[in-house]
């Protein structure tokens, strides 16, 4: 190796040296802060991979937890909702008129904690409805006199404590948070006094909370359309009321939002129809007819009798159309467009029924009840006792009715007939009662009329006669559809389940019961508040096919992963089904769990005895799906109000991959 001069090798040595001892002056200066250069920011952390639900393949749903109020058939659970941040459950006990806050930080204990209480609102109250949103609690509180316009009432989560009220419409039914927290809406009913007499307006009150002690209220009402009648009726929308407008006969029940917050959708449950609201001008800008469902065709097909030997004949009924009548309603997005889930129930007016005078008096004055069996109806013989509104359908002096007629070119098939050679027009076997003589169905409607809307009049003998004193069906109008449904965003329909929800509980697949070991086949659309030994005459198998059928009522929606499901609560048969609603055109069933695990003893004679908790869980009303980010046991959840057993349940979704 050559080795250099020393004095070639010095001058090489100093600078090296001076260029180290000036890197570690700068990075002690630097350290000191005594440099007069700003020290160069620290590099920018990597930012956290946002965290994304995996999305399964499949859900189980599983009784994890309930609190259980004791009381029964009072409505002592209705509408469940869920406080993240407190872990508390506010579900509104209508029998005490109040919400009960419950402890959910354990979900599988669900303990009382306390009540809210309205009267320091207004006395004499009681509460409809509850949401919740970050730490806030809305409350729908119905005036002592259902009539007088209602409250709206908030509360902290954390310590219930009182920030604000404000007057709402006559009887607030619903209510519910924008997206943003910033409004509140309430679906206010207006319903009728029970004697018919006062009929207040329906309305949507729409609320903005930001200021508690200065809440502003604005109300979206029905005026606009008061004048308009025929022109609704013709677009099919149900304005049936004795005397009343369209803004006293619209009723809305349930409200359902855009993501963006600016739109509303409003269930008007007994008029069979939506409406729909821009929020910030808080305008009902149009009406929207659910139209009927045809149970003539194949894929419709229902059970109309409870009195065919307990059998099971689901079948096509031509003639016969289901009114969809939506009660709870839920919203989801997909491809930037709102599609709307209906719970469709089905609901008929019946006011007066507990006055034994309305229809033993024939007093028009004292109630109004739409709601007749197709065999009392029709009777070859004439009417019996029929409400006294359905003698006079007609104009100002009507001629007086005392019956009705199948129309045999529809109903042929059951053997309705004409009158021919001087033998009276007959129904025949069809209001036999295992035909269609036990279904419920609303005299209304349904019957011919001329080109102008006017009933046309029969005589006994099926002919047209201006002097006859019969009306003649070629309709029948059921109530519901026994189905879950969903809605574009101008209400028209994408899907219905159809016939599925009763074919399946007619399945094998079909199982009741926490251990789903019973068959559903077995007690077959049986009431939520029946039971009855198999073959013995309290047995309840069939005993609402003449009704509602199962009666879907409660709804909602989640979203796990990429994938939407629907929770559709079946308020007689009891139970939910659950839906992947992904696809809105395409939705298929994923479970169904019905949490009644006694079926064979009357509930009625063990909630008397003290044993109401063995029966299980009747009668499902409110529910409400929290994800597995807000849920206290982090998996997803699904809270059930069950009114009839007065049962908060919860649920715990168990996801495949």
């Known amino acids: 190796m050559k080795t250099l001069p020393a004095s070639a090798q010095a001058p090489a040595r100093q600078p090296v040296h001076r260029l180290a001892v000036s890197l ?50 009072v409505s002592a659970a209705e509408i469940p909702a ?14 005490a008129g109040a919400i009960d806050v419950i402890d959910l930080s354990d979900p599988t204990k669900p303990t009382l904690l306390n009540q809210i209480n309205s009267n320091a609102v207004l006395a004499g109250s009681s509460i409809n409805s509850v949401a919740v949103f970050n730490g806030l609690v809305a409350v729908a509180i119905q005036a002592p006199v259902k009539t007088n316009p209602g409250r709206m009432a908030l509360y902290r989560a954390s310590d219930l404590s009182l920030l604000g009220s404000a007057t709402v419409g006559s009887l607030p039914d619903m209510i519910v948070f924008t997206p943003d927290g910033k409004t509140v809406l309430t679906a206010n009913e207006g319903e009728p006094s029970d004697d018919y007499q006062v009929d207040p307006e329906g309305s949507i009150s729409i609320i903005d909370i930001r200021n508690p002690a200065r809440l502003v209220v604005r109300t979206a009402g029905f005026g606009a359309f008061t004048g308009q009648e025929a022109t609704l009726r013709a677009k099919g929308i149900r304005l049936y009321g004795p005397g009343a407008s369209a803004s006293q006969d619209l009723e809305p029940e349930y409200i359902a ?71 709870a309603m839920a919203s989801y997005t997909v491809g930037g467009k709102t599609y709307l889930v209906t719970a469709n129930e089905g609901d008929a ?109 029969y005589n006994s003998f099926g002919v047209q006669d201006p002097a006859g004193d019969r009306l003649m069906y070629d309709k029948l109008y059921s109530y519901g559809a026994r189905s879950f449904s969903i809605w574009g965003e101008d209400g028209s329909l994408v899907w219905d389940s159809g016939a599925e929800i009763e074919k399946f509980l007619a399945s094998a697949d079909c199982k009741l019961g ?48 990429s994938k939407t499901f629907a929770f559709i609560g079946l308020e ?18 994923v479970d169904y769990l019905n949490t009644r695990d006694e079926w064979e003893t009357d509930p009625k004679t063990e909630a008397a005895a003290g044993r109401l908790a063995a029966i299980g869980d009747l009668g499902p009303e409110g529910l409400v799906f929290v994800p597995a980010a807000q849920s206290p046991n982090g998996k997803p959840l699904l809270i059930v109000g069950n009114e009839v057993s007065g049962t908060t349940v919860v649920m715990q979704l168990n996801l495949t991959y």
């Open 24 to 73: 570690v002056m700068v990075a002690v200066l630097a350290a000191c802060g005594g440099s007069d250069e700003p020290a160069a920011p620290p590099p920018m952390p990597t930012p956290p991979v946002p965290v994304v639900e995996a999305t399964p393949a499949g859900l189980k749903l599983e009784k994890i937890g309930s609190y259980q109020s004791g009381l029964y058939e």
């Open 82 to 95: 869920y406080d993240a941040a407190s872990k508390r459950l506010f579900v509104v006990n209508a029998q």
């Open 257 to 327: 939002l855009s993501a963006d917050g600016l739109t509303a959708w409003v269930t008007l449950q007994e008029n069979n129809a939506l409406a729909k609201v821009d929020i910030a001008t808080a305008t009902v800008t149009d009406i929207l007819p659910l139209g009927l469902k045809n149970y003539g065709v194949a894929g419709n097909e229902l059970d109309v009798s409870d009195r065919d030997g307990s059998t099971i004949n689901i079948k096509t009924w031509p003639g016969v159309y289901g009114m969809y009548q939506p009660d």
């Open 349 to 457: 007016r019946a006011w007066g029924e507990d006055n034994p005078a309305y229809l033993a008096t024939q007093n028009p004055a004292l109630g109004f009840i739409e709601e007749l069996r197709v065999s009392a109806l029709t009777r070859a013989a004439g009417w019996q006792v029929v409400p006294p509104q359905l003698r006079t359908v007609g104009g100002s002096t009507p001629l007086p009715l005392v019956g009705a007629l199948l129309d045999p070119a529809v109903f042929g098939y059951c053997g309705a007939t004409a009158g021919v050679s001087g033998t009276a027009a007959s129904p025949g076997t069809c209001n036999a009662n295992g035909e269609l003589g036990r279904l419920n169905i609303s005299w209304v409607q349904g019957y011919k009329t001329d080109t102008m809307g006017a009933p046309l009049r």
């Open 514 to 561: 926490r251990t789903r070991t019973i068959p559903c086949a077995d007690f077959f659309n049986s009431g939520h508040n029946e039971g009855g030994p198999k073959n013995s005459s309290t047995w309840t198998k069939d005993s609402r096919s003449d009704a509602k059928g199962p009666e879907p009522e409660g709804v909602a929606v989640g979203t796990i992963g």
């Open 572 to 589: 007689r048969m009891g139970g939910v089904l659950v839906y992947d609603i992904t696809n809105p055109a395409a939705p298929t069933r």
